[in-house]
């Protein structure tokens, strides 16, 4: 079993930054895929970013390219989203996810793909 526990959501202003924080606990290995889904009031789960292993290498929703940056710390089992010119339409339930299906060196932006998922931390963005 695997536990993911976000934190770092909040209000914050358009144009301002968070930083997200997603802490893994169980049977995590370091070869696990783990990424970002979000979910905004009456519209789907929608991908936000992932990050694989070897080599270090990531993928992001082309609505956060340039403005997000997923990251990982594999010696104490953290991944981070940090979110820098936030967007009102940025405004959602952000949910941390991990994968022990996807080959190692392989991310993917479904969400059936991602066997664990955190409860949630919720980002607002005031316009």
């Known amino acids: 079993q695997v536990q993911l526990v976000e934190s770092g959501g909040g209000l914050v202003q358009a144009g301002a930054s968070l930083r997200l924080s997603c802490a893994a606990s169980?049977?995590?290995?370091?070869?696990?895929?783990m990424g970002w889904f979000r979910q905004a009031p009456e519209k789907e789960r929608e991908f936000v970013a992932a990050?694989?292993?070897?080599?270090?290498?990531?993928d992001y929703a082309d609505s956060v390219k340039g403005r997000f940056t997923i990251s990982r710390d594999n010696a104490n089992n953290t991944v981070y989203l940090q979110m820098d010119s936030l967007k009102p339409e940025d405004t959602a339930v952000y949910y941390c996810?991990?994968?022990?299906?996807?080959?190692?060196?392989?991310?993917?932006?479904?969400?059936?793909?991602?066997?664990?998922w955190g409860r949630g931390t919720q980002v607002t963005v005031s316009s």
């Open positions: 996810v991990l994968s022990t299906r996807l080959p190692y060196d392989t991310t993917s932006r479904w969400p059936a793909d991602y066997d664990y």
């Open positions: 169980g049977r995590v290995f370091s070869m696990n895929t």
């Open positions: 990050i694989k292993w070897i080599p270090t290498r990531s």
